[in-house]
């Protein structure tokens, strides 16, 4: 099975990609959580990018789509018999980079099974992401009320202790950010809606209804709109 989360920042995308890693055994794709390991491993890709992830802009097609295809190719995300697969989160976010990825995945006779939009206000967004906080080992979002680990200060997954506040989650990039995704990213939803495997979620519901919502998608029960 493999899957796109689409949706604006603070969608609940990370989120609800890492419920559906435990419960269906796929693989979290995050293009932001391989560029912020890149910035922090101070590699020259990490040095190209930095600056324009903190300010919130999207960083250039050429440089996601080669570092998607290289990591889309990699043995575990792909599923071997009827059991594994992808879920991409934050990838494509322009129409150059659907049909990257499309390009990808049909030289490799692979397809994508779902586009599930994750649809949340931007008051409600802004909340979210105002606080939220981020494991900066596994990529885990927690939030100051609605989601703290189990055990203050140690991420519920991984274990570790460094949680943090992302640069780009502070009120001056959130209008950029917001830009982007309705200027850039929305376009692509009619490319999939055409395909027939564009469905919606209310993303505004609480984390276990929409996890329902997605699990009733995989499961063949919703209808494209
Ligand atoms: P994205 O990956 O789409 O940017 P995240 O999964 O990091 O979004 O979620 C953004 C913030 O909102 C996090 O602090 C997370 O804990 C919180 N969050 C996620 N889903 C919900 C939800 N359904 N209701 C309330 N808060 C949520
Ligand atoms: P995210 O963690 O998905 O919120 O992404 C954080 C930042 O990384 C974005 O604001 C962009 O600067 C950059 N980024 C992540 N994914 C992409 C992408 N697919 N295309 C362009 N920029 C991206």
Do not use: W
């Amino acid at each position: 099975m493999n899957l796109i989360l689409l949706g604006p920042p603070g969608a609940g995308k990370g989120t609800q990609a890492k419920r559906l890693e435990q419960s269906h055994g796929l693989v979290q794709l995050a293009t932001g959580d391989m560029l912020r390991a890149a910035v922090a491993s101070g590699s020259d890709l990490g040095k190209r990018v930095k600056a324009i992830m903190d300010s919130g802009a999207l960083v250039s097609d050429d440089i996601i789509i080669e570092m998607i295809g290289a990591r889309i190719a990699e043995p575990d995300a792909r599923p071997s018999g009827s059991k594994g697969g992808f879920i991409l989160d934050g990838f494509p976010r322009t129409v150059p980079q659907a049909e990257a990825l499309d390009l990808m995945l049909g030289t490799q006779g692979r397809k994508l099974d779902y586009v599930i939009l994750m649809e949340v206000d931007e008051p409600a967004l802004i909340d979210r992401l105002s606080g939220r906080f981020t494991c900066r080992n596994c990529g885990a979002s927690y939030h100051e009320r609605y989601q703290r680990p189990k055990l203050e200060g140690v991420c519920d997954l991984c274990g570790s202790t460094d949680l943090v506040h992302r640069a780009d989650d502070r009120p001056e990039a959130l209008g950029t950010r917001f830009a982007a995704y309705r200027n850039q990213t929305a376009p692509i939803l009619p490319y999939y809606r055409d395909r027939g495997i564009l469905r919606r979620v209310d993303g505004m519901a609480p984390m276990d209804e929409v996890t329902r919502q997605i699990e009733a998608v995989l499961a063949g029960n919703a209808v494209a709109r």
